[in-house]
């Protein structure tokens, strides 16, 4: 007889409870979005020009996408007070150090060279560009170590060169379409049989239903309290 695995469901970050097994898998895009919040000066300017002048369509996207990644820091940094107020164990893959590094970096480089290609072609060319950066890039290193300090005991890595989990990214990256890391991630989720996982990458996300994992991914509030924007990790009293 075959037995099918039931299928996973979208949790909500404000709505639902926690695992009742006390831990949750994390992808690297819920670490950088509870603790970095999008430019709120470039937020600002496009609400102000739109107020006089039509904007571009590039420019509507952008804004878009802006209000978007101002909603989803806000949704990250609750939910990360949360698993720190109860004590929740979390766990994740040893490449999150890799990518949250190589984001931090990005992110400040992105400031001075303004888009993403730009940015990672300049980069390439010459890794010298980072050298005035590096006071803040370690800056923001820091608080990434502050941010895991706050689970004392409570962080689990799992190295994925470990038996059986390259055979699994392998799997899930060809039946699913996932990048390497994604598939890395969810490789290392289902080996350690984690039925929990807090992501906000659509693909990965849809990729972890599929094979019977719950989700944290929605960040709408049934009855969101207003606009005001809430302070992320990052902004935390010490």
């Not at 496009?46 to 209000?67: C, I, N, S, Y």
């Not at 107020?85 to 992105?110: C, H």
């Not at 289902?190 to 849809?206: E, H, K």
Request: proline share 6%.
């Amino acid at each position: 007889m075959i037995f099918e695995r039931s299928k996973g469901s979208q949790r909500n970050l404000f709505e639902h409870e926690l695992p009742q097994d006390k831990i949750l898998f994390w992808d690297t895009n819920f670490v950088i979005a509870s603790l970095f919040p999008p430019s709120a000066e470039r937020l600002e300017l496009l609400r102000t020009k739109a107020t006089t002048t039509p904007l571009t369509p590039d420019e509507l996207r952008e804004r878009g996408g802006l209000q978007y990644l101002t909603r989803r820091h806000r949704a990250a940094a609750i939910f990360m007070e949360r698993l720190i107020t109860s004590e929740m164990n979390v766990a994740f893959s040893t490449i999150l150090f890799t990518e949250v590094y190589f984001t931090i970096e990005y992110f400040e480089l992105k400031k001075v060279f303004g888009s993403k290609e730009r940015t990672r072609e300049e980069l390439r060319i010459n890794p010298k560009i980072l050298i005035p950066h590096i006071p803040e890039i370690v800056k923001n290193w820091t608080l990434f170590l502050e941010l895991l300090s706050n689970f004392p005991g409570r962080v689990f890595t799992i190295n994925p060169a470990e038996s059986g989990i390259i055979q699994e990214a392998l799997r899930v990256r060809t039946q699913y379409l996932l990048s390497p890391n994604d598939s890395l991630h969810l490789a290392t989720l289902l080996a350690g049989q984690r039925q929990n996982f807090v992501a906000f990458d659509r693909d990965l996300t849809n990729a972890a239903i599929d094979e019977g994992v719950h989700v944290w991914c929605n960040i709408f509030q049934k009855k969101d309290p207003g606009a005001a924007q809430t302070p992320g990790l990052a902004d935390r009293p010490k």
